[in-house]
């Protein structure tokens, strides 16, 4: 945005907006001339007031759509509101207070929309991995048996190495055969939990019901 002209502005209103070239081209340099007080220094900025633009016209002219796009143009908030469910305060209605809280709430959530698309990707990727633990997960038997197994590997290298000739030997083979055994059953876990993806990602397992705690977050004053 910061680098689009007024002729590049009106020429993206064109593409949605018929007619009311005044129109466009006077909100194109408005918006031209707020994005260029906002790369001036703040001594300057100060000294540089942006301009209001009020667009009066009868209904269905383009004066909302004008707006409309703009706001999505530059990733300004938009909030349309009737000036009849407005009133004075104090009479039965809305305040017009309301309308800049409503504002503030439209800004809020643009925001929070752009950061849940950053953490998409990364929320999708962590969310499978755990729901694949969920799926498969290491029972306490499985780690028990693993650490016995390092126990004993421990053991047999510790023999191996006091022993001499066929002894040490022997201690080594066993201790490579425990280690291959190891691997060989981390490889099939591997490739079971690669199957249970596939079928997660092709939506095989959808009647499938997990259990998860999750910690609640007190929600901010």
Do not use: W
């Not at 703009?70 to 909030?79: D, K, M, Q």
């Not at 939506?203 to 609640?216: F, K």
């Amino acid at each position: 945005m910061d680098e689009l002209t007024p002729r590049q502005i009106v020429a993206e209103l064109d593409k949605y907006i018929v007619g009311q070239k005044d129109a466009k081209k006077a909100v194109a340099i408005a918006i031209r001339n707020r994005v260029r007080r906002r790369l001036l220094p703040t001594e300057l900025q100060e000294e540089i007031h942006p301009k209001n633009i009020i667009m009066i016209g009868p209904t269905g002219c383009g004066k909302t759509e004008i707006a409309r796009r703009l706001s999505r143009l530059t990733g300004a908030p938009f909030v349309k509101v009737e000036a009849t469910k407005y009133t004075e305060v104090g009479y039965v209605g809305r305040d017009v207070e309301s309308m800049v809280r409503d504002l503030v709430a439209t800004a809020i959530n643009m925001v929070r929309k752009e950061f849940r698309q950053q953490v998409q990707a990364q929320a999708e990727k962590n969310t499978r991995e755990r729901l694949l633990d969920l799926l498969m997960p290491s029972s306490h038997t499985d780690k028990g048996e693993a650490t016995a197994r390092g126990a004993d590997l421990f053991q047999t290298l510790a023999q191996g190495m006091s022993a001499t000739g066929s002894q040490a030997q022997k201690g080594m083979e066993a201790a490579t055969a425990q280690s291959q055994e190891q691997s060989s059953e981390q490889e099939r876990r591997n490739r079971a939990r690669e199957m249970l993806a596939r079928k997660l990602d092709a939506g095989e397992l959808e009647d499938r019901n997990v259990e998860i705690e999750t910690q609640s977050q007190s929600m901010p004053m």
